[in-house]
């Protein structure tokens, strides 16, 4: 029991995901024996070792998050904070109505619909993105659930849109994937496939991909920024320390000591979380790097034998190396793009997500990578910008209109969806099922 136990609980990690592919891939391929262990064992590895970054960046951001939370009074207009994770954590923990029970069915049975459409139709994408696998299932779960229909319908719709999204998302980023890494090995499996898209169809539309953001030459007096680690740690620099003299007007430094660095001198604090975001993206690209080495080979073997020209569809990480000039770029442009769309809303008296710099860095840079491969450095600004901007009034609409229900009843009190491959087919949905008077 207790080894069927430990099974159950490893199936469900995607480092152990991925090692099966790898192994299984290996093996199909009649690989020797040691090939096959080190394949798999590397394989492993690189996912842990994103997750070792992605968890370094999160431990800086989320102070960073509270320095401009801190910082920005409300003045008259609702305030929430966007974060994926946190909606979907918080329904489950509440579990109103059977409402996590739905969100694990609709996980399990979306997933199988996925993998039938990838055998059966000529999108061959498998979507191993885990986190996300899990966001999106909420969300649509969580949709359906709060239109009051009865259980097993909440399962059996969320289930088909969620198979048909896994399936769908990374076929309409492939163009770009292309573009971005220069093979069609990989695919793009993230929940921000619709913004970054548009952020591409943009690029395209205003710039050259030929002026790429990645060939931009800089003064021997500015060479050190071509040095990633250097020119993330000052940007990072700047960014908290903003978000830092915010949050001191507000509430003073005795506030920050009390609330956010637990008692460690604020300006010290604040510079340790700026230098420990930028470790943790050398960590992660160290992972991205030996994922892709050891995935892409072993994947063949699964792809040509079960689904075959199956590609992976990866978390959004995997184009960070290919691009990171223009990654740092999304992150200032996306940052700006937030504030100016704060600041519209504020105006028109519609509910305001505070700054994200989990979705600055990770969704801003996505954007002005797929904005790079087809505008250029024009397109690489404009996509991290419009990531910022229409990203925060689609997910201000969303949160406004209750798109996905009542998310303060359902336990995911001041908290909103961000992923816009999750919000935009709600809005869909949600309009035609106003039409229909539900």
């Not at 918080?90 to 055998?119: C, S």
């Not at 093979?183 to 395209?204: E, K, M, P, R, Y």
């Amino acid at each position: 029991m207790e080894l069927f136990s430990a099974l159950l609980e490893l199936i469900k990690l995607p480092a152990f995901v991925l090692g099966l592919i790898a192994f299984i891939g290996l093996l199909i391929q009649g690989k020797k024996a040691p090939d096959v262990l080190v394949g798999t064992i590397k394989t492993i590895l690189g996912l842990l070792i994103m997750s070792i970054g992605i968890g370094a960046l999160i431990t800086a951001l989320i102070p960073i998050q509270a320095f401009f939370e801190a910082g920005i009074p409300a003045g008259g207009f609702e305030t929430f904070v966007t974060f994926d994770e946190a909606v979907v954590s918080a329904v489950q923990d509440l579990n109103l109505a059977e409402i996590g029970a739905a969100i694990a069915w609709t996980m399990l049975f979306g997933y199988i619909i996925h993998i039938l459409l990838a055998r059966l139709t000529p999108f061959k994408y498998i979507y191993l993105t885990g986190h996300m696998i899990w966001i999106h299932a909420g969300a649509f779960a969580i949709l359906f659930h709060s239109f009051g229909l009865p259980f097993v319908w909440v399962v059996v719709l969320a289930s088909i849109v969620d198979g048909i999204y896994m399936t769908l998302a990374p076929a309409l980023a492939q163009p770009f994937m292309r573009k971005i890494t220069g093979s069609d090995d990989i695919a793009f499996g993230h929940g921000q496939t619709l913004l970054n898209v548009f952020c591409g169809w943009v690029g395209g539309v205003i710039g050259d991909p030929k002026d790429s953001a990645e060939k931009t030459k800089m003064s021997d007096s500015l060479s050190f920024f071509r040095d990633m680690a250097v020119s993330i740690s000052l940007i990072m620099i700047v960014v908290a320390f903003i978000g830092a003299i915010m949050a001191l007007i507000q509430i003073g430094a005795a506030g920050i000591e009390e609330n956010i660095s637990a008692g460690q001198n604020w300006i010290v604090f604040t510079l340790l979380q700026a230098l420990g975001f930028t470790a943790g993206v050398l960590v992660l690209l160290q992972g991205v790097r030996m994922l892709i080495a050891e995935i892409v080979p072993a994947f063949k073997g699964v792809a040509e034998k079960l689904i075959p020209g199956a590609k992976p569809a990866l978390d959004v990480p995997v184009i960070f190396p290919f691009a990171p000039n223009s990654l740092i770029i999304g992150l200032i442009s996306g940052t700006i793009g937030q504030v100016v769309g704060m600041i519209a809303l504020a105006l028109i008296r519609w509910p305001v997500p505070l700054p994200s710099m989990i979705a600055a860095f990770f969704a801003s840079g996505a954007g002005a990578i797929f904005g790079n491969a087809t505008g250029g450095r024009r397109g690489a600004w404009a996509g991290g910008f419009l990531w910022g901007f229409v990203g925060w009034f689609i997910i201000s609409f969303a949160y406004k209109f209750q798109v996905f229900g009542d998310l303060t009843a359902m336990g995911a009190t001041s908290l909103g969806f961000t992923v816009p491959d999750a919000i935009v087919p709600g809005i869909v949905i949600w309009a035609i099922a106003k039409l229909f008077g539900v």
